[in-house]
C-alpha cells in the first residue's frame, strides 16, 4: 500500500487536550490504526480554542491551501468552541440560533474548500456531544440543539462525500469520560479513536503522490 499522509483539523479535541499524553489522543490513536508503511505522515493543526470561523481562517491560508491537495486522510473537529463562546456570552435563545446559523454556514465553506483542493482525500468529520453543564443547565435544550447541529453536519459531509463521525449517543451521560467540563479524559479519547476506526475505509481515490509535510 501507498504510505498515507493524515491531515487533522480543528480544535481542542484535534489537539487533544485531556488526554493522556500527546501519543493517547485520537488523533495519534488513528494515525496508528491508519500507518502501513515507514513512510506515512501525520500533520496535526488542531488548536486548542478555534472556532468554526477560525478554523476557516486557517483553511484557506495560502500553505495549507497547498497542503490538502498532497494529503489522503482527514479529520475535522470543530463547532463546540462557538457554542461554548455562546454560552460564556449569556446563553441567550437569540444566540444560541445565531451560533447554530454561524457554525452551519462555517462548516459548509470549510467542506466546500477541503473538497474543492481535495475532491477524493478520505474526510471524516465529529459531530458533537453534551458537555457536562449541560446536564444540570437545559438537558433538553441541549439535546436537541446537538441533535439538530448533528443533523446538518450529516447533511453537509453527504453533500461533501464526507464521513460524519457521531459521538452523541457514545458520551450521553457517560460523565466518566470527561477530564473537565467539555473535555474527554483518555477514556473518553479511546472512545472517539474507536469511532473514528470503526468508520474508517478506503479512501475513495488516489491523492497523488505523498509528500512529507510537518508542521511544528
Known amino acids: 500500500m501507498d504510505p498515507i499522509t493524515y491531515l487533522a483539523l480543528g480544535d481542542s479535541l484535534t489537539e487533544g487536550v485531556g488526554a493522556d499524553g500527546p501519543d493517547s489522543h485520537f488523533v495519534a490513536q488513528h494515525f496508528q490504526g491508519l500507518k502501513c ?4 505522515r501525520l500533520v496535526n493543526l488542531g488548536v486548542s480554542g478555534l472556532t468554526s470561523d477560525e478554523l476557516y481562517q486557517l483553511v484557506v491560508t495560502p500553505a495549507i491551501r497547498k ?3 498532497r494529503v489522503s486522510h ?4 470543530t463547532g463546540g468552541c462557538d457554542f461554548i463562546d455562546w454560552f460564556e456570552s449569556g446563553a441567550s435563545i437569540s444566540g444560541l440560533m445565531t451560533t447554530m446559523k454561524k457554525v452551519r454556514r462555517q462548516i459548509n465553506q470549510i467542506f466546500q474548500s477541503v473538497r474543492e483542493l481535495n475532491p477524493v482525500a478520505k474526510v471524516q468529520v465529529l459531530g458533537l456531544y453534551l458537555p457536562l453543564p449541560a446536564y ?3 438537558f433538553s435544550l441541549a439535546c436537541r440543539t446537538v441533535k439538530k447541529m448533528n443533523k446538518g453536519y450529516e447533511q453537509l459531509c453527504s453533500k461533501y462525500g464526507m ?3 457521531d459521538p452523541f449517543s457514545a458520551f450521553l451521560h457517560r460523565q466518566e469520560f470527561f477530564a473537565d467540563e467539555v473535555h474527554p479524559n483518555q477514556q473518553g479519547y ?12 478506503p479512501a475513495p481515490g488516489n491523492a497523488g503522490d505523498q509528500v512529507p509535510f510537518l508542521v511544528t
Open 67 to 69: 497542503l490538502i491537495p
Open 74 to 77: 482527514i479529520t475535522i473537529t
Open 190 to 201: 479511546d472512545v472517539l479513536a474507536r469511532l473514528f476506526h470503526d468508520g474508517t475505509g
Open 37 to 40: 508503511s515507514r513512510g506515512c
Open 136 to 138: 444540570e443547565l437545559g
Open 163 to 165: 464521513e460524519m463521525i
